[in-house]
């Protein structure tokens, strides 16, 4: 399957954003999905997860309550909406997808990566 991430861009704190992830290649709902993001000299860390049906989600503790992650397989698109939004949210997000329904945290269980796309937040 092949992502593509997209969406990001340049919003003051306690602004919201809305980043998507399209798919292509596979049967989409096959595959749950993952957000990541790397922030420069960090490592990449896990923010959310979901479900290949959509009706389980996992969130880090950094962004719960503030992000929400959802799918829409018809459309082949995880979307992570972002609201109240701080500087150290600034990064570089990536969705991920491995096949079956379970949804880690770790980003080595996955198997595609899009390219990332970046979210900066101004103070």
């Known amino acids: 399957v092949q992502l593509q991430a997209s969406g990001g861009g340049l919003v003051q704190a306690g602004g919201s954003l809305s980043v998507s992830c399209a798919a292509s290649?596979?049967?989409?709902?096959?595959?749950?999905i993952g957000w990541f993001r790397q922030a420069p000299g960090k490592e990449r860390e896990f923010v959310a997860a979901?479900?290949?049906?959509?009706?389980?989600?996992y969130y880090a503790d950094s962004v719960k309550g503030r992000f929400t992650v959802s799918r829409d397989n018809a459309k082949n698109t995880v979307y992570l909406q972002m609201n109240s939004l701080k500087p150290e949210d600034t990064a570089v997000y990536y969705c991920?997808?491995?096949?079956?329904?379970?949804?880690?945290?770790?980003?080595?269980?996955?198997?595609?990566w899009g390219q990332g796309t970046q979210v900066t937040v101004s103070s």
């Open positions: 991920a997808a491995r096949g079956g329904n379970w949804y880690p945290r770790s980003q080595y269980e996955y198997d595609y």
């Open positions: 979901i479900s290949w049906s959509g009706s389980s989600t």
């Open positions: 290649g596979r049967t989409f709902g096959n595959y749950a």
